[in-house]
Protein backbone atom coordinates (compact mmCIF):
# COMPACT_ATOMS: atom_id res chain seq x y z
CA UNK A 1 0.00 0.00 0.00
CA UNK A 2 1.06 3.64 -0.64
CA UNK A 3 1.68 5.41 2.18
CA UNK A 4 0.61 8.51 -0.44
CA UNK A 5 -2.93 7.22 -1.09
CA UNK A 6 -3.90 7.31 2.83
CA UNK A 7 -5.57 10.53 4.55
CA UNK A 8 -6.28 10.47 8.48
CA UNK A 9 -9.63 8.79 8.70
CA UNK A 10 -9.33 6.15 6.18
CA UNK A 11 -10.33 2.24 6.63
CA UNK A 12 -7.01 0.08 6.19
CA UNK A 13 -6.54 -3.22 7.69
CA UNK A 14 -3.44 -3.86 9.91
CA UNK A 15 -2.50 -7.39 10.44
CA UNK A 16 -6.14 -8.94 10.79
CA UNK A 17 -8.07 -5.88 12.50
CA UNK A 18 -9.82 -3.32 10.61
CA UNK A 19 -8.14 -0.05 12.29
CA UNK A 20 -8.74 3.63 11.60
CA UNK A 21 -5.62 5.67 10.49
CA UNK A 22 -4.72 8.26 13.51
CA UNK A 23 -3.00 11.83 12.58
CA UNK A 24 -0.18 10.47 14.14
CA UNK A 25 -0.15 7.31 11.61
CA UNK A 26 0.34 9.53 8.40
CA UNK A 27 2.34 12.23 10.26
CA UNK A 28 4.99 10.19 11.63
CA UNK A 29 5.14 7.85 8.23
CA UNK A 30 8.01 9.77 6.85
CA UNK A 31 9.42 11.04 9.90
CA UNK A 32 11.10 7.47 11.41
CA UNK A 33 12.00 4.37 10.22
CA UNK A 34 9.62 2.34 12.26
CA UNK A 35 6.93 3.83 11.15
CA UNK A 36 8.15 3.10 7.82
CA UNK A 37 8.37 -0.37 8.76
CA UNK A 38 4.82 -0.02 9.84
CA UNK A 39 3.02 1.03 6.62
CA UNK A 40 3.58 -2.54 4.99
CA UNK A 41 1.32 -3.94 7.92
CA UNK A 42 -1.07 -1.69 6.89
CA UNK A 43 -3.07 -3.70 3.42
CA UNK A 44 -6.46 -2.11 1.89
CA UNK A 45 -9.46 -3.38 2.23
CA UNK A 46 -11.31 -4.88 -0.72
CA UNK A 47 -14.45 -2.63 -1.67
CA UNK A 48 -17.02 -5.60 -1.13
CA UNK A 49 -20.83 -5.24 -1.35
CA UNK A 50 -20.88 -5.09 2.40
CA UNK A 51 -18.97 -2.15 2.31
CA UNK A 52 -20.70 -0.55 -0.06
CA UNK A 53 -24.07 -1.23 1.77
CA UNK A 54 -22.83 0.28 4.84
CA UNK A 55 -21.56 3.74 3.36
CA UNK A 56 -25.21 3.71 1.77
CA UNK A 57 -24.84 2.25 -1.73
CA UNK A 58 -28.01 0.80 -2.71
CA UNK A 59 -27.92 -2.48 -5.35
CA UNK A 60 -29.61 -1.86 -9.14
CA UNK A 61 -30.42 -4.54 -11.52
CA UNK A 62 -30.44 -3.28 -14.27
CA UNK A 63 -32.86 -3.95 -17.21
CA UNK A 64 -30.35 -5.42 -19.14
CA UNK A 65 -28.92 -8.35 -16.57
CA UNK A 66 -26.08 -6.14 -15.16
CA UNK A 67 -25.57 -4.79 -11.44
CA UNK A 68 -24.29 -1.71 -10.03
CA UNK A 69 -23.84 0.16 -7.16
CA UNK A 70 -25.25 3.74 -7.08
CA UNK A 71 -24.57 6.43 -4.33
CA UNK A 72 -27.18 9.51 -4.24
CA UNK A 73 -26.52 11.62 -1.02
CA UNK A 74 -28.75 14.41 -1.86
CA UNK A 75 -32.41 14.71 -3.06
CA UNK A 76 -30.68 16.72 -6.13
CA UNK A 77 -28.76 14.34 -6.63
CA UNK A 78 -25.43 16.59 -6.32
CA UNK A 79 -23.07 13.58 -5.98
CA UNK A 80 -24.00 10.35 -7.57
CA UNK A 81 -21.59 7.86 -7.99
CA UNK A 82 -22.04 4.40 -9.15
CA UNK A 83 -19.97 1.04 -9.03
CA UNK A 84 -19.94 -1.35 -11.65
CA UNK A 85 -17.17 -4.33 -11.57
CA UNK A 86 -14.85 -2.95 -14.26
CA UNK A 87 -15.15 1.16 -13.55
CA UNK A 88 -16.74 3.94 -11.35
CA UNK A 89 -18.56 7.02 -12.17
CA UNK A 90 -19.35 10.10 -10.63
CA UNK A 91 -22.69 12.07 -12.54
CA UNK A 92 -22.26 9.53 -15.13
CA UNK A 93 -18.64 10.37 -15.89
CA UNK A 94 -15.78 7.83 -15.59
CA UNK A 95 -13.18 8.39 -13.03
CA UNK A 96 -10.86 6.49 -11.28
CA UNK A 97 -11.87 2.96 -10.90
CA UNK A 98 -12.39 2.41 -6.90
CA UNK A 99 -11.32 -1.50 -5.91
CA UNK A 100 -10.59 -0.55 -2.07
CA UNK A 101 -12.60 1.20 0.58
CA UNK A 102 -9.97 3.99 0.86
CA UNK A 103 -10.09 4.89 -2.26
CA UNK A 104 -13.67 5.16 -1.94
CA UNK A 105 -13.61 7.18 0.76
CA UNK A 106 -10.67 9.51 -0.85
CA UNK A 107 -13.02 10.13 -4.46
CA UNK A 108 -16.07 11.22 -2.33
CA UNK A 109 -14.06 13.64 -0.17
CA UNK A 110 -12.51 15.10 -3.30
CA UNK A 111 -16.08 15.50 -4.64
CA UNK A 112 -17.92 16.54 -2.05
CA UNK A 113 -15.54 17.73 1.15
CA UNK A 114 -16.93 16.08 3.47
CA UNK A 115 -16.20 12.19 4.86
CA UNK A 116 -18.37 9.46 3.74
CA UNK A 117 -19.37 7.44 7.00
CA UNK A 118 -21.16 4.40 7.92
Not at 22 to 39: F, T, V
Request: aromatic share 12%; hydrophobic share 35%; net charge neutral.
Amino acid sequence: MNAQELRIGNLVMFGELRHECKPCDILNLYQSEIAKREISEYKPIPLTEEWLLKFGFKKINHIHGYSFYSLSKSKKNTCHIAIYNTQTTYMGYSVNHCIYVHQLQNLYFTLTGEELTI
